[in-house]
């Protein structure tokens, strides 16, 4: 077992590693469990996020034993960048591994579990949402924010940015973190990072409105790239769902 932990949480080890040691018995199920599982454990006075990844296939066992960096690890520094580039996310504390002498078998990642007040999600979902304009043209100052920084989140859709609202303002950071690039990005690169967040027009038409003003791109511009690569994306989302729905029947 091999672990990497942020250097104000060291003191705690035996616990977090019990955590690891344990997640299958222990901890409180939280979110979606789909392709990883979460859990919840207290530490001390404060709850954390324990993500399981799960085993990968036989090939990027491969990979991930020899050649490239586990989706724990890549958590773990991208959350240790984002704060340094004061980018919101919740707190890195560590990450842990498990390898055979030939094969890489399971990763965890723990960081600091953020009440928040809702996620992108709740916006596309509900287009009546309490001060939906506002939280949405923040949204994109934020994500020109990352573009600025020379982050390209990779894995920017609905439900990977949490949304706090502290006094007046919305605050955002960003879950879900082992796809990002950190280079210089075009405007087409750029514009297609928004291409997952909604499939509603109206919320395209104020996204390309606000990133227009903030960017002093044209508004035109910014439009007619954002509502093609979102319609490109959904028609590839539901092709690719066709396809599965397809092979299921055959399969049976």
Sequence with gaps: MKNVIHK???AQEKVLSSMI?????????????????????KLNDKTVVVKSFRIPNIFNQIAYKFFRKSKAQR??????????????????????EFKTFFLFKKSY????HLDCDLTYRELSRNLDYPDHDAILRAFTRFTYKLHESN????????????????????QFYLVDLNRMEFKPMSLETRIQNFERLTIHKSMVETMSDAYAKVSGEDYDVIFNLMWKDTQAFQEKFY???????KLKFWKK
């Design 75 to 96: 958590s773990f520094e991208y959350a240790s960048k984002l704060k340094e580039l004061g980018i919101g996310t919740p707190e890195p504390i560590a990450y842990y």
């Design 8 to 10: 104000t949480f060291q």
């Design 151 to 170: 982050i390209n989140f990779l894995d920017h859709s609905p439900g990977n940015t949490l949304i706090k609202k502290v006094g007046g303002e919305y």
């Design 21 to 41: 040691l344990n997640f299958n018995d222990e901890g409180e199920t939280f979110g979606n469990q789909d392709r990883n599982s979460l859990k919840l454990f």
């Design 109 to 112: 990642y723990i960081s600091d």
């Design 239 to 245: 092709k690719k769902k066709r396809l599965k729905k």
